[in-house]
């Protein structure tokens, strides 16, 4: 496996980007440290973006490893699909999946990261013992299936519980979060303990997004648990 980026880390997410234009799109994030890929089913989601034939075309172009986040259904049978794709880390929600540690080690055993992620309302304590099983845990700060919602800054306390526990097990698992990350709420969520950013429109949506991502990335250093 290749040198992994220190922390903090800046996965822009292309919900945000032109689906038209996507090579050139993800040019323009060169900088970021892995581009966030989220696939939704409209079934654990009410949205539908892509599946597996967009996902293999954006692994062709990317200059930078996909971090793929699916918020479907049934991950335990689709999930290692996408480890085999090429995809750098593979996330999936830990509300969808009948046996996460399983899915996890196949995950591994492909050779990608394996993330489990939970939603607003799901309690981080259940993920305690099992922190050594994932390599990246995303608490999600806004509610999946979206994109352009407001950060919920009450999932802070969840969030600090989960770094908390990280930093006394000795644990190297990433804590990343997604939803609203932009220069505003970034530093909550660093000084909180997350040191994986997904940002969308506060990427995209920047007339330079290279700078965008080094100002982001500055933010959450300086502000980082």
């Known amino acids: 496996m290749p040198d992994l ?3 903090p880390r800046i996965n822009p997410s292309i919900l945000a980007a032109d689906f038209v234009n996507m090579e050139a799109e993800l040019a323009r994030i060169a900088a970021a440290d ?8 409209n079934h654990f989601v009410p949205n539908l973006t892509f599946g597996p ?9 990317s200059p930078i490893p996909l971090d793929v986040h699916l918020m479907i259904a049934d991950p335990d049978r689709w999930a290692p699909g996408y480890a085999e794709l090429g995809a750098a880390s593979v996330t999936f929600h830990l509300e969808a999946a009948t046996e996460p540690v399983s899915l996890a080690r196949r995950l591994r055993d492909i050779g990608a990261r394996a993330g489990v992620a939970v939603k607003p309302a799901t309690p981080v304590e259940g993920l305690f013992d ?6 990246q845990i995303l608490v999600m700060t806004v509610e999946p299936g979206f994109g352009g919602q407001s950060f919920m800054s009450e999932m802070m306390p969840k ?3 989960l770094a908390d526990e990280a930093k006394r097990r000795g644990s190297s698992v990433w804590l990343q979060v997604d939803g609203g990350i932009a220069a505003s709420t ?7 303990g997350a040191d994986t950013f997904v940002a969308g429109s506060a990427v995209f949506g920047a007339d ?15 502000h980082r648990h």
């Not at 581009?35 to 939704?40: E, I, L, P, Q």
């Not at 034939?53 to 172009?61: G, S």
């Not at 970034?186 to 909180?192: D, M």
């Not at 330079?208 to 300086?222: F, K, N, S, V, Y």
Request: negative net charge.
């Open 159 to 161: 969030l600090r519980r």
């Open 53 to 61: 034939q967009m996902v293999e075309r954006i692994q062709a172009t």
């Open 186 to 192: 970034i530093e909550q969520a660093a000084e909180a």
């Open 130 to 135: 099992l922190l050594d099983d994932f390599d």
């Open 34 to 41: 892995f581009v966030h890929v989220d696939v939704m089913d």
């Open 5 to 7: 980026p220190a922390a």
């Open 208 to 222: 330079d997004p290279g700078r965008a991502i080094a100002a982001l990335r500055e933010t959450a250093a300086r």
